[in-house]
């Protein structure tokens, strides 16, 4: 699973570290046989493989991270801790509603963040949306999306978990939105211990998710690709995507596919007819 709280990481941190972890894929996955043959996802194959080496990943060094956190810190501390990074997204959102040409948008996640940022105390209180300004998510790869920009294929990035071809280029202007790509005042350490923070933060919001992945998924991998892009469409059409195509529709002369009710079956010609019985004398 994946959050959009990655694209806090700055741009040249993002790209040495999946340059880094691309060296270190040798984790073998199962592939079945009938990988590759959805349209959607032609390197199901290679993606296999690169999402078995994020889940040994997750597995033994991410997951065990965010149940200490889970453990430590009261579940407030994290809430404030949370909506604190949730807060300096407002600055990607807006940036992305007004390449879009969202004004009513821009205007929303613009005053989310001065509300939040002021009486919500640097985010920690999520004041907007207790007044009705519901948090809304945008990015670069929407806006490609919003200028008819096509998806491509599905991708799973080393890290940075399930994409596609489009969101995976969107995400490297979503990270100059960070203020972390400008902060150089701060010392290193300390900005990468608070990214550090903002990545187990994230993986502890979805403990319940993936436990609840793992036990009901049959094939992990599959429900969280067709996860993935369900929830990409539904952002890219706000909520109301359009219905699926429906193909090889058999419909009749009356616009109906209802099959036409059968016809009694004629009566058989060959069958004897029974005897009529004598006329009754009169006389």
């Known amino acids: 699973m994946t959050s959009d709280r990655e694209d806090l990481i700055p741009p040249r941190a993002r790209v040495a570290a999946a340059a880094a972890t691309a060296l270190l894929l040798a984790a073998c996955a199962t592939v079945p046989p009938d990988a590759g043959k959805d ?43 949370s909506n604190g990074f949730d807060n300096v997204l407002e600055i990607r959102n807006s940036v992305n509603d007004i390449l879009q040409a969202k004004p009513v948008g821009a205007a929303t996640d613009t005053g989310r963040l001065v509300i939040n940022s002021t009486l919500g105390i640097a985010g920690c209180m999520d004041i907007a949306t207790r007044m009705g300004l519901e948090r809304r998510q945008q990015d670069f790869g929407l806006t490609l999306a919003r200028w008819g920009i096509k998806t491509g294929p599905y991708i799973v990035l080393p890290l940075f978990g399930p994409s596609d071809v489009r969101d995976g280029i969107g995400r490297v202007p979503d990270a100059y939105t960070s203020p972390f790509a400008y902060v150089q005042l701060v010392p290193v350490v300390y900005r990468n211990s608070l990214l550090g923070v903002s990545v187990i933060d994230t993986r502890a919001t979805l403990l319940d998710t993936t436990k609840l992945i793992d036990e009901m998924a049959l094939d992990r991998y599959r429900y969280t690709r067709d996860a993935y892009l369900q929830r990409r469409r539904s952002l890219e059409y706000e909520g109301n995507p359009p219905p699926p195509k429906l193909e090889d529709e058999d419909i009749g002369d009356s616009g109906s596919s209802s099959p036409a009710p059968a016809q009694p079956a004629p009566a058989d010609q060959s069958a004897p007819v029974p005897a009529q019985p004598a006329p009754v004398d009169q006389r």
Request: proline fraction near 9%; include cysteine; charge should be positive.
């Open 39 to 81: 349209p959607r996802d032609p390197f199901e194959r290679v993606n296999r493989q690169t999402d078995a080496f994020n889940e040994r990943l997750d597995r033994y060094l991410l997951k065990p991270l965010a149940q200490g956190y889970k453990y430590v810190f009261p579940s407030g501390i994290r809430q404030c801790i």
